[in-house]
């Protein structure tokens, strides 16, 4: 079965680049999540989108945008890197409509800013 | 504000033994509960899911996991633990109410090491 697929899997960046992750939902999933998981920590929430509009917003920097796109793919968009973005990143969807449907996560992105 | 609460940071057990994973929440109204396994280097898996009905669910690879409303727990249980099983496990709530896309708010994560 399909999965959720991230790229890239591994980015090193140096401090105050930018960088671009993407995420590719499961087919007919119209709910994309981003969550940023530090060493040794839980998953954070950072942002989500349904039908293409941002629906909630967690503890993402101002620094960082994201945004999914018509066929429901989404980006997320880091910039001024800190040493501190240097975490696993992870993209979520679910199905549409579902209130008791569970989220499908991908392996991630691990960034690593030096 | 919502909350999840995994009071063990690991749990050790010998393979073929009984494993228990706590579980507790804090949130307004009745919320969706969930599961989720996250081996080295890896996304999150799904394990199972409490939506209504039966306090009890069973999942993926012999896990279950019970729902006790007045307790406001949702313990992981599996009769027989095996090697295989070591991984850090996450508890996760979504609140039934504001519509369908609420996000999940995970636990601390309690890491299981199982003990040949």
């Known amino acids: 079965a399909a999965g959720v697929i991230q790229s890239p899997r591994h980015l090193i960046k140096e401090k105050r680049e930018t960088a671009t992750l993407k995420c590719y939902p499961i087919?007919?999933?119209?709910?994309v999540y981003w969550y940023q998981q530090g060493p040794g920590q839980d998953p954070q929430f950072l942002i989500s989108?349904?039908?293409?509009?941002?629906?909630d917003k967690g503890s993402i920097p101002d620094r960082f945008s994201a945004q999914q796109f018509s066929d429901y793919h989404s980006e997320l968009n880091m910039s001024s890197l800190e040493l501190g973005d240097s975490a696993l990143y992870f993209c979520?969807?679910?199905?549409?409509?579902?209130?008791?449907?569970?989220?499908?996560f991908g392996q991630g992105t691990r960034l690593t800013v030096v | 504000a919502q909350s999840v609460a995994q009071p063990e940071d690991q749990v050790n057990v010998a393979e073929g033994n009984p494993l228990t994973v706590k579980c507790t929440y804090s949130v307004s109204g009745n919320p969706y509960l969930f599961w989720y396994v996250q081996y080295p280097n890896r996304g999150l898996q799904f394990l199972l899911k409490?939506?209504?009905?039966?306090?009890l669910v069973k999942g993926s690879y012999g896990f279950e996991a019970e729902f006790n409303k007045s307790q406001t727990s949702f313990h992981l249980k599996k009769p027989s633990a095996l090697v295989s099983d070591s991984a850090l496990y996450f508890c996760?709530?979504?609140?039934?109410?504001?519509?369908?896309?609420?996000?999940?708010?995970f636990g601390t994560g309690t890491l299981l090491a199982v003990q040949p």
């Open positions: 087919p007919r999933h119209d709910t």
């Open positions: 989108f349904y039908e293409k509009m941002q629906s």
């Open positions: 996760a709530v979504r609140d039934r109410e504001g519509g369908a896309t609420n996000k999940l708010i």
């Open positions: 979520a969807s679910r199905v549409r409509g579902g209130m008791n449907t569970e989220a499908f």
């Open positions: 409490y939506i209504t009905g039966d306090n």
